[in-house]
Each structure stands twice: as C-alpha cells, then as structure tokens.
C-alpha cells in the first residue's frame, strides 16, 4: 500500500491527480487516519489507463537535448521556456492521434 505522496511520484503525476481519481471512484483507497492509502498495482493500472507514457526525467532531457540539435542550426537560441512548449505540443498532438481526432 503506497500514501497518495508515494503514488504520484510512481505515477510521474501531481499528488492532486492521484486524489481526483480517488474522488471519482478511478482508484480505490482506503483510509488510515488522514492519509489515502491505495494498492501499488491499481495506481499503475490507472496511470496506464491514461494513455500517456510516464517520462522519467533522464527521458525528458535527452528530448529536449535531441529538439535543441534539431533546431539548432536555424538561427535563434531557444531558451528552455521554448523547448518545453515544443514538448507540450507534441504531447498534445500525441495525445489527439490516440484520440483519433
């Protein structure tokens, strides 16, 4: 059994994510005291169902180091505020695919 604290930083997601899918009946819990507590399995479970691959972040540098050497070459530096939006954006439309909008 793993706190809600625990099974965000498993799940790569914010501890609230990890509330709101108590509250909506997602992820069973239990509680002891004024903690959640939920089975490691069904936290991956439903953070798998969500369709987005959790990124370490080693992953998530080398992407934005690989976007940084893609681009390079075109002028302008890109700050890293710029390389984050890019990977919001690729997100997004990774996320749309799935969706088959």
Known sequence: ???????????????????RWVWAGRLAARRQGNRLLMARADVEAVAASEGTPVMTLAAWAE???????????????RSAADLVLEDRRQRERSLEARAGR
């Open 1 to 19: 059994m793993v706190d809600v604290q625990e099974a965000a930083r498993l799940v790569g997601r914010h501890p609230e994510t990890v509330r």
């Open 63 to 77: 992407r934005a180091r690989a976007l940084r050497e893609a681009v390079g070459g075109r002028g302008r530096a």
